[in-house]
């Protein structure tokens, strides 16, 4: 029904069914039903209207209907030109609707869209609307250029240079307004990922502009140029460029944000800045290395950029020292232990810790070998040879003579003393080992004998008083017994020591085992008695 009354000849009617349209189209479930029932050339209709109301309501009908989910099938309607004669009305709100909604088609990368709508030739009157001088118009196209430019599609920046756009978007950025700056920051960003783009950008001056606006912007503006920043180090040509702007101070003020956006980007560019050894000991002499030591000692995404850069600037000798000071050193032993990181970033890791150690035993001063040098020899043109003697020509007083690193000499010295150093602490940890056994096997010996020995005596206590029980019940017959007890143990006695325990023990053993005695005595009371 709302669509047959959009064909009405009535300017109230279709202004009704414009505003009608206007709300339905803002949930997502009655956008779909409205493509489904095909109602899309009505609205379409209502925007040809003469009556400007009417087509404002049908303008924001489709600015509405592009946010939804079905853009790539609103483009094959052939929604494009009919929002690009919108665009060209001379009316604001109707301008910018049309923008808008070119900016949502854009959005998301359905389909061929952003490479459509430039060959429908949106682009020329959405560089026109820049130009326009009313402040929400030129936003909604900075943001219409922007949506068609992100992504890898290199036709559709180039579409910006082409139509003359770069101007016209740097001249945004002297205007108040701080949406439209951040706007505009961000289309040029997305603009230098195609070379020419960027280098006509360069050329025009915008780094001047986005430096600025990054030192007193909010952090949006902030990120905004990050990203920009970013995108212009990548090539090792505009360092000079962004050297002059002093952009270096910008984007290492970036790296000491709490901002991770703004650090990963600041991360990435000093990465690319770092890579080019001209600036390497500059960056460093600007303070760069403790924010890159902050960034890897968290868990954040600019860990991995930073992790390059701090790589790069180690690769300086001069920048060694100051590395060492800030920390660098151990945030590379966390960079190289990480599992996060990939082989490659660990084995540059280790290849650096490596040439840090190298460069650090070679600044170790040492001086010469006193001994070798005579005590007569003054003056200033001694000389040392390779292989530590003293050339004197002139002669030289030993307060004069120079100070030389620590060479191959020194390192084997040192590798002697070390060696000798372990074979003495290795006879020391064996000698105490052997004292330790022995020690132990002469203690465990005592323990025996001593336990062997209360034996002997329990057991000799428990045979007297059998023997004192037997004698009174056979007085003739123990006085045997006891007799024949005290020569054994007169024998015993002749023994060695160890054999007498030995034997005693056994004996011991064999008299409480068997009940020898107790049966002797038994047989000889029947014997007596019978």
């Not at 005590?375 to 000389?383: C, D, E, Q, Y």
Request: glycine share 6%.
């Amino acid at each position: 029904m709302i669509a047959d009354l959009a064909f009405n000849d009535d300017v109230r009617v279709q202004r009704d069914a414009a505003r009608t349209y206007t709300n339905l189209t803002q949930t997502e479930e009655v956008r779909s039903q409205i493509l489904s029932l095909k109602s899309l050339p009505s609205i379409l209709n209502l925007a040809k209207s003469l009556d400007v109301a009417c087509q404002r309501y049908s303008s924001l009908s489709l600015c509405n209907l592009c946010a939804s989910s079905h853009k790539v099938r609103l483009v094959e309607e052939g929604i494009v030109r009919p929002l690009i004669f919108l665009s060209r009305f001379p009316d604001t709100e109707i301008q910018r609707y049309a923008a808008l909604a070119l900016a949502g088609l854009a959005l998301g990368g359905q389909g061929n869209n952003k490479v459509r709508i430039v060959e429908e030739g949106a682009m020329k009157c959405l560089i026109d609307l820049i130009r326009f001088p009313d402040i929400e118009v030129q936003l909604a196209a900075a943001i219409a250029i922007n949506s068609i430019t992100l992504g890898n599609e290199q036709n559709t920046k180039a579409a910006v240079m082409t139509e003359k756009g770069v101007e016209p978007l740097i001249f945004l950025l002297n205007r108040d307004d701080r949406e439209l700056i951040c706007s505009s920051i961000y289309c040029l960003g997305s603009l230098c990922e195609n070379e020419e783009v960027k280098a006509n950008i360069v050329e025009n001056g915008a780094i001047a502009h986005v430096v600025r606006h990054c030192t007193v912007g909010d952090i949006e503006i902030k990120r905004a140029a990050g990203y920009f920043l970013a995108t212009i180090c990548e090539q090792i040509e505009y360092h000079s460029d962004l050297e002059k702007e002093h952009a270096y101070e910008t984007i290492i003020g970036l790296s000491r944000m709490e901002d991770v956006e703004c650090q990963e980007y600041a991360a990435f560019a000093l990465a690319h800045l770092a890579s080019n050894r001209d600036n390497q000991v500059k960056l460093v002499g600007m303070g760069v290395v403790r924010p890159l030591v902050a960034m890897l000692s968290s868990d954040a995404e600019p860990k991995h950029y930073a992790g390059l850069a701090l790589l790069k600037l180690a690769d300086n000798f001069e920048n060694h020292l100051r590395i060492a000071e800030e920390g660098g050193i151990q945030a590379l032993l966390r960079l190289g232990r990480s599992r996060a990181t990939d082989d490659q970033l660990q084995y540059k890791a280790a290849l650096t810790l490596g040439q840090l150690a190298s460069n650090a035993v070679k600044m170790m001063p040492t001086k010469i070998n006193r001994p070798t040098i005579s005590s007569h020899v003054k003056g200033p043109s001694a000389t040392v040879a390779e292989d530590g003697s003293v050339n004197n020509s002139a002669g030289a007083s030993e307060g004069d003579l120079p100070v030389i690193g620590t060479g191959s000499r020194v390192m084997n010295r040192l590798r002697s003393q070390v060696a000798a150093q372990k074979e003495k602490a290795r006879d020391m940890t064996i000698d105490y080992l052997d004292r330790s056994v022995a020690q132990t096997q002469q203690e465990r010996f005592l323990r025996k004998q001593s336990e062997l020995k209360a034996m002997v005596t329990t057991t000799t206590e428990n045979l007297d008083s059998l023997k004192a029980t037997d004698d009174l019940m056979q007085p003739s017959r123990a006085r045997g017994n006891i007799s024949l007890s005290r020569s054994a143990d007169q024998s015993i006695g002749l023994i060695a020591p160890a054999q007498a325990i030995t034997r005693t023990a056994l004996q011991i053993g064999t008299s409480s085992s068997s009940p020898a005695l107790p049966s002797s005595s038994s047989s000889n009371d029947k014997n007596g008695t019978t």
